[in-house]
């Protein structure tokens, strides 16, 4: 089966470190989305593409956030300067944008604690 | 704007119990509507899903049933295992390619 893969699965850092996230998106699909799960907030949508387009970054701090997709194989996740409240686990997923019944996939997410 | 209300958890059954968790949305359009499931450490995996009313998404013993005029879409499963332990989040589409959650029901199966 096709998956989202995403790296690292875990990252510990301290405060102040710039930190990138990875995601590699499921072969031939055109949207992918990043999202933030807390036990707080629950699953947050920061930001999505279409065909490498940003096109919604709402949900994202611009000030310390910033999402990229370098090529339609790789999207990236920011964040610099990284707080402690920026702990959380990080998701991306990956879909199609022609049809409104298709599902999203994700991958496993990024465990990020910031110290 | 489009909503989804799940029931709120944790639920906490035992072993072969009957399972309910409780869906409904507010959408403007003919959403389509789905269940994705979260073991722990994991990521969302798409359970079941349904595209037009009436429709019945099933999947590994669960169901849930597309009901427009009580706009609902409750995941049932008729014998619970240990192995079912894990989230459940119920979600909409709705002519976006964005998905709208609901915040999620833990479910723990005690054996």
Redesign the interface.
Known sequence: DAR?TQTPRHKVTEMGQEVTMRCQPILGHN?V?WYRQTMMQ??E?LA?F?NRAP??DSGMPKDRFSAEMPDATLATLKIQPSEPRDSAVY?C?S?F?DS??Q???????TRLSIL | GNSVTQMEGPVTLSEEAFLTINCTYTATGYPSLFWYVQYPGEGLQLLLKATKADDKGSNKGFEATYRKETTSFHLEKGSVQVSDSAVYFCALKDGSEKLVFGKGTKLTVNP
């Open positions: 989202v949207t989305f629950g699953l949508l999505y279409r096109l919604d998701f997923a879909g944008s409104s019944n599902p999203q996939h994700f991958g496993d997410g």
